[in-house]
């Protein structure tokens, strides 16, 4: 009897859902947890790959392999962007697929829906930003951008900022600023929410926190807006004029080094020589580990600019795998019986 069999859990959405994995505090501890473990070099993270299909529209795949040594777990975040999708089809911009392998032997352990973890992760990212460089009496929060990042960073910075008293939100549409109200506000009885009718200048002037979380490429938040002692976390692209990074006190990054050659504001001023590696406080581990300062004073003026860090993704994405096998969730699936030769019937099967 062979024992080369290779089995896997499938994970849709649902299951992780039916199993208690759309958790934010939970993502936050992971998140902070695999800073740490990156700090103490225990995490492997290669480049990611990009195969972009129309330069236009940016249509792309990415590939964004990550190692956590400590958990023996390799992984692979198989996720897609195609910003005209809303328009074009009415579907989502982005769509995530986790691979999850071990590596004692290299087997596949898991393939997960990957867009919750995604967002979840992204979200995370911002609120762990703003514990450490928002001020604590935060109560209003403004966005540019009401689709699937700006939900989920509401969610996460009431979870680091429960004070919230105020949520006004700006999109390209009304209809997309009544949509995400109609859909948080029924959680967030104590929030007002107040859409801004497409103008960002209603959304984020006196914000003490500001989120840009847009598909646009123009810099929408404009300097004026952001008032002494906000922190404004970036998400999108190009979404915010150069001066705003230019008068913030400290500006932290989830990975410095990759934001150099990317196509984010920092980026581009990066890339026009408005800004050098000297004028950024920090990436946001060394916060998290105490190794540099986060906030300082109530008028400090903050930016945090997320880029997207695998890693983090990996771990949120085999802590959802660990408790829906603990709920009993999921679709195990055969991905061999045995090996190739070990078939009773393989040489009828070969075609020569
Ligand atoms: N930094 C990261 O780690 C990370 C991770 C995932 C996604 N993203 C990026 O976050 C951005 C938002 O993603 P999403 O999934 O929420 O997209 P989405 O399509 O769900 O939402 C995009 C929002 O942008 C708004 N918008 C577009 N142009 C605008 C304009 N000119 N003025 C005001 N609002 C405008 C739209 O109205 C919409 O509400 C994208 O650029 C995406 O690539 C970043």
Known sequence: MS??????????????LASGCFDIHMAIEVAEKTMLDYEQHRILFPEKIVQIFDQASQDRINCLPATLLNEEICGVKWVSCFPRNPKSHQVQNLSATFL???IERGFPV???EGTLASNMRVAAMGAIAAKHLSRQNSEVIGFIGAGEQAKMHLLSMKVVRPGLKECRVAAKTVAEEQQFIGELSPLFPDLKFIGAETHGRIAMENADILVTATSAQAPLLKADWMKPGAFYSHI??????????QQCDKIVCDDWATVTHRTQTLSRMYAEGLISSNDIHADLHELVSGQKSGRESDSERTYFNAVGLAYIDVAIGLSMY??????????????????IFEHEDIMQQVRL
């Open 322 to 339: 660990q408790r829906a096998i603990s709920a009993g969730n999921g679709l195990k699936l055969d991905l061999q019986q045995c090996m």
């Open 3 to 16: 024992n080369h069999k290779i089995t896997f859990t499938y994970l849709s959405q649902e299951d992780l």
């Open 100 to 102: 999850l392998s071990e």
């Open 236 to 245: 999108g692209g190009w979404e915010d004029e150069y001066e705003v990074a």
């Open 110 to 112: 898991a393939v997960l």
